[in-house]
C-alpha cells in the first residue's frame, strides 16, 4: 500500500487501531484501562491522530500487532551483487556511528 502523506499514514493507523478494537468489542474505555492509556489521550488519538510512542506500542500490546511492528523495522539483509560482496561482507564490519547535530 502506497502512500501519499504522512496525514494519510496517520490516518490509516487511527483507522486501524479502532477497527481492532471494535473487532475485539472493546470500547474506548476498556482499551484505555487495559492498555494503561489514559482516556482522553486515547480519545485524542482516534480523532486527531495524536499519540506518544510510548502510548502507541501501549495500545499495540492490546489491540496486537506489537510483535509485528518490532520485526517491519528490523535492519534489512544485505543483497549481494556478486562474489566479491560477499567477501567483502566477511570482513570484520566497520562500526558506525551518527552525526552529533
Not at 490516518?11 to 476498556?30: A, F, P, S, W, Y
Not at 495524536?50 to 489491540?63: A, G
Not at 500487532?65 to 520485526?71: A, N, P, Q, S
Request: hydrophobic share 35%.
Amino acid at each position: 500500500m502506497l502512500f501519499v502523506s504522512l496525514s494519510k499514514v496517520q490516518k490509516k493507523l487511527v483507522d486501524n487501531i479502532r477497527e481492532r478494537r471494535l473487532q475485539m468489542e472493546l470500547t474506548q474505555e476498556g482499551l484505555a484501562e487495559r492498555s494503561g492509556v489514559p482516556l482522553p489521550t486515547l480519545r485524542k488519538f482516534e480523532q486527531k491522530g495524536l499519540i506518544s510512542l510510548e502510548s502507541f506500542l501501549k495500545l499495540l500490546s492490546v489491540v496486537g500487532g506489537l510483535e509485528e511492528m518490532v520485526d517491519i523495522l528490523k535492519p534489512k539483509k544485505q543483497n549481494f551483487k556478486s562474489i566479491d560482496d560477499v567477501l567483502k561482507s566477511e570482513e570484520k564490519p566497520i562500526k558506525k556511528r551518527g552525526s552529533r547535530r
